[in-house]
Nanobody
């Protein structure tokens, strides 16, 4: 069973930065794709950024140029660097991973952007 543990969320002022981390553990198979989603109160869970099967990274239009996804395969960790944060970025951020034909989700980390 794969466990995904996110960290790095918190309260930040508009224009500030945060770096989220998601560590995958418990698998004896390769985690092929990792990415980030977010869910604001009363809204559906939406894609923020994710790796693709072709090796590229795609971003939601709302975060292009501000957020960067990166991955450290040696540490089974995916990161989301978030710069120039806006109040509309406030949400619970979830890590998602694919491996061995299954989808795994983390428990989420809260990001609040407010002055």
């Amino acid at each position: 069973q794969v466990q995904l543990v996110e960290s790095g969320g918190g309260l930040v002022q508009p224009g500030g930065s945060l770096r989220l981390s998601c560590v995958a553990s418990g698998s004896n198979f390769r985690i092929s794709i990792m990415g980030w989603f977010r869910q604001a109160p009363g809204k559906q869970r939406d894609l923020v950024a994710t790796q693709t099967s072709s090796g590229s990274i795609i971003y939601a239009d709302s975060v292009k140029g501000r957020f960067t996804l990166s991955r450290d395969n040696a540490k089974n960790t995916v990161y989301l660097q978030m710069n120039n944060l806006k109040p509309e970025d406030t949400a619970v951020y979830y890590c998602r991973a694919f491996g061995s034909g299954n989808v795994y989700w983390g428990q989420g980390t809260q990001v609040t952007v407010s002055s």
